[in-house]
């Protein structure tokens, strides 16, 4: 079953790198650092001080940043063009060493959860954004920041329960994703406004 294993982690830590790419990258270098696993494929130059070290920093950044209404939303969409091929290699790199007709479904596959994953955050985010009050962003944000953490964790120590994790997580990404579609235009219409100056209350009405 390291096939299976293998497999689980490219897919779980490519729909976590779409969550949080540097929590996912961290997590999974000083895992093998410290933790005395074995990661499949070209992932195990994670445990390289200097990537540790530089995906950490940004992690902090990125922590503080994603507690930001609107400069989150502003966060996201410039790493929706970093997190989804990252996510991709992520994958990629993790089942390099397996069979070709599995390499390139599998990356493919993992862009996928990498691109799915952002698009859920947007669709929760718009909501917490256009409130008044700053606690649910905040709230939602360490959420995300947890689920990046433990998914990472499962991804590389529990097999069947990421890959239960992922299955629920399509599902649920094929459930909502015309709600999902609309919060990402609503993320980039509000970008816009952002960068405008224009009043970001008619965000919404703008981007329906």
Do not use: C
């Not at 997590?27 to 933790?35: A, E, K, P």
């Not at 989150?72 to 929706?80: E, F, Q, R």
């Not at 947890?146 to 964790?153: E, S």
């Not at 405008?196 to 009405?205: F, L």
């Amino acid at each position: 079953m390291e096939w299976f294993s293998t497999l689980t982690l490219a897919l779980g830590s490519a729909w976590t790198s779409g969550i949080n790419l540097y929590a996912t990258v961290s997590v999974l270098g000083l895992l093998q650092r410290f933790g005395g696993v074995k990661l499949p494929g070209g992932l195990d130059v994670l445990d390289n001080w200097w990537i540790i070290g530089i995906a950490g920093f940004l992690y902090i950044v990125e922590f503080f940043a994603d507690k930001i209404p609107y400069l989150d939303s502003v966060w996201d969409v410039v790493h929706t063009f970093i997190r989804v091929p990252a996510g991709a290699v992520v994958a990629y790199a993790a089942v390099a060493d397996m069979d070709p007709a599995i390499v390139i479904p599998a990356t493919l596959i993992g862009g996928g959860f990498a691109f799915a994953s952002p698009g859920t955050k947007a669709a929760a985010r718009m909501g917490a954004n256009l409130s008044p009050e700053p606690v649910s962003n905040w709230v939602l944000s360490i959420v995300e920041d947890i689920i990046a953490f433990v998914g990472t964790i499962l991804a590389v120590f529990a097999p069947v329960v990421i890959a239960i994790v992922l299955v629920l997580f399509t599902i649920l990404f094929l459930w909502f994703f015309p709600k999902i579609v609309r919060a990402i235009r609503k993320l980039f219409a509000g970008v816009r406004a952002f960068v405008r100056g224009e009043n970001m209350s008619n965000i919404a009405r703008k981007a329906s």
